[in-house]
């Protein structure tokens, strides 16, 4: 049996990356996209967790995760950031909510032009499945 990965840690981010970049399915829906896009967890400073980075970037293009960045400081960082608190993440990871209901809902807010990335609706979906595929642990 693997051992869970702890979210959002850096193993975890690392083996999401390689996911993605494993996905045929991400790589075909993927097609076309070439912005890197930041994920913060709004109230990252409240989980029982010991980072030293406020959020992560993946650096995505044509379908493929070409490797992440840690980002130290609470800033936008990227041309798409997606932002939501601690347990939205969670319950998107565990497939309780939909990524696109999420964004149009609000759950999960967005900074960046909104209809690029729906467009893109079903690599978002591909991303999501990718992350629910890791053996996840959450500190709550």
Not at 5 to 18: D, G, V
Not at 35 to 49: L, V
Not at 58 to 66: A, S, V
Not at 73 to 87: G, H, Q, W
């Amino acid at each position: 049996m693997s051992e869970k990965l702890l979210f959002p840690s850096e193993e975890w981010i690392k083996e999401y990356c390689t996911r993605l970049s494993n996905s045929g399915e991400y790589n075909r829906s993927g097609q076309g996209w070439k912005d890197p896009i930041q994920f913060k967890i709004t109230d990252i400073d409240s989980i029982n967790m010991k980072l030293d980075f406020k959020s992560f970037i993946l650096n995505l293009k044509d379908g493929k995760c070409m490797g992440y960045q840690l980002v130290k400081e609470n800033k936008d960082d990227a041309p798409f950031v997606l932002n939501a608190t601690y347990s939205n993440w969670k319950r998107i990871l565990e497939g309780k909510v939909n990524p696109t209901q999420a964004m149009l809902s609000g759950i999960l807010k967005v900074k960046g032009n909104v209809a690029v990335l729906l467009r893109y609706a079903a690599a978002a979906t591909e991303m999501v499945k990718a992350g629910q595929g890791i053996d996840t642990e959450f500190t709550a």
